[in-house]
Each structure stands twice: as structure tokens, then as C-alpha cells.
């Protein structure tokens, strides 16, 4: 099984700053790397899907990057709505997803 | 409009045995994969399972690999997960999800439910 790691696990921002995410699979999954953002008690909402390709209606301030092992996901102006946790979920072969990365207010 | 909906949770013992069931509405199951994830109480998501379209044989995660099996009816536009030899950690919420073929996501989810075991 391919093991998908994401840093932080948690991390305080505030209002209007740049936030990373970083996911790294324990072996090469080309492009096939998902984002899903999650809200308590929500399921989980798709942000990005192929490495970088926004899904429709996701706001731009959401980009992705990487190939290979090594992905990033981005906020570029954190916004109020944005306090979530965030998922990595590899698709290059059976899914498995990071642990999370939970987004909180500072 | 696509929607998945979710039954059979509840409690179960130690060992015992639970099926769940999903069905879905606005697409046909057969077109495409479906799969199961769960997320235990305040912890991340696990992926459980996964029927492919068409024949491919289902394949699942280590933890469940011989106690759960997934099946479809397409007649009834239904996905089933059927649970045996349970254990205190498959508690979790136990998410239906709709697999997009073309861009391997997970794009629809139904809002799960509820298994609890415990004696």
C-alpha cells in the first residue's frame, strides 16, 4: 500500500495569510493526487483533483502542486470559511488518504 | 441530481456481523465505482473499499481484507458492504461514495452512517 504523509498535522493562521500543505507518498504517484477540504460534521468536499486541476467551483485562492511524491496544496488568502481539515488521497493505485491537516484560527 | 444515501448502521458486539447498504439516485451504480470510506470519531479517513465499473474484481484495505465484502445490485441501483468478525476499531462513520472513472476522485458523498461496536 502506498503510505501518504501530510505536514503539518496542524497549524494556527489567521485571516488573509498564505497557508501550505504538504503531502508526500511513500512511492511515485505520478499526477494522481486528490484534495478534499472537510468541515465538522460535513463530509468531505473535493478542492483539487490530478495534482493541480481546480474543481469546478472552487475558489482560485485554492492551488495545487507537485508530481512524483512530493504535492502541495496552497491557500493563497486564508478567508473565514477556510478553517477546515485537509485531506491528501492518492489515486495511483488503491486510495489511501493522509492523515489530515487541520486548519485552525490564530 | 446526484445523491447517496446510507442505512444499517447501529450497534453491533465484538464478532457479530452488519450490513450496510446505499442507495443511490441521479446515476446508474453499474457506470461506475463505487466505494466505501470511514472515518472513526474524531479520527482521519480510511478508505475501506472499492467496486470498480464494469467486472473488475473489488478490492479492499488491509484492516477489512477478508471480513468485508462489497457488492452491487444493479437492479435496485444499490451498493452493500457486509461486515463480519466486527471489532472495537471499525467504529466510524461509514461514508457511501460515488468514484469519477475519468478523473479518479471521489466526488459525491453520501452523509454516512453511523456503526458502533462495543459490548
Known amino acids: 500500500d502506498i503510505q501518504m504523509t501530510q505536514s503539518p498535522s496542524s497549524l494556527s493562521a489567521s485571516v488573509g495569510d498564505r497557508v501550505t500543505i504538504t503531502c508526500r507518498a511513500s512511492?511515485?504517484?505520478?499526477?494522481?493526487l486528490n484534495w478534499y477540504q472537510q468541515k465538522p460534521g460535513k463530509v468531505p468536499k473535493l478542492l483539487i483533483h490530478?495534482?493541480?486541476s481546480l474543481q469546478t467551483g472552487v475558489p482560485s485562492r485554492f492551488s495545487g502542486s507537485g508530481s512524483g511524491t512530493d504535492f502541495t496544496l496552497s491557500i493563497s488568502s486564508l478567508q473565514p470559511e477556510d478553517f477546515a481539515t485537509y485531506y491528501c488521497?492518492?489515486?495511483?493505485?488503491?486510495?489511501?488518504f493522509g492523515q489530515g491537516t487541520k486548519v485552525e484560527i490564530k | 441530481e446526484v445523491q447517496l444515501l446510507e442505512s444499517g448502521g447501529g450497534l453491533v458486539q465484538p464478532g457479530g456481523s452488519l450490513g450496510l447498504s446505499c442507495a443511490a439516485s441521479?446515476?446508474?451504480?453499474?457506470?461506475?465505482?463505487m466505494s466505501w470510506v470511514r472515518q472513526a470519531p474524531g479520527k482521519g479517513l480510511e478508505w475501506v473499499s472499492l467496486?470498480?465499473?464494469?467486472?473488475?474484481?473489488?478490492t479492499y484495505a488491509d484492516s477489512v481484507k477478508g471480513r468485508f465484502t462489497i457488492s452491487r445490485d444493479n437492479s435496485k441501483n444499490t451498493v452493500s458492504l457486509q461486515m463480519n468478525s466486527l471489532r472495537a476499531e471499525d467504529t466510524a462513520v461509514y461514508y457511501c461514495?460515488?468514484?469519477?472513472?475519468?478523473?479518479?476522485?471521489?466526488?459525491?458523498w453520501g452523509p454516512g452512517t453511523l456503526v458502533t461496536v462495543s459490548s
Open positions: 467496486i470498480a465499473a464494469g467486472g473488475h474484481s473489488p
Open positions: 490530478t495534482g493541480s
Open positions: 488521497q492518492q489515486s495511483y493505485s488503491d486510495p489511501t
Open positions: 441521479g446515476f446508474t451504480v453499474s457506470s461506475y465505482g
Open positions: 512511492q511515485t504517484i505520478s499526477i494522481y
Open positions: 461514495v460515488k468514484w469519477k472513472n475519468d478523473q479518479s476522485v471521489f466526488d459525491y
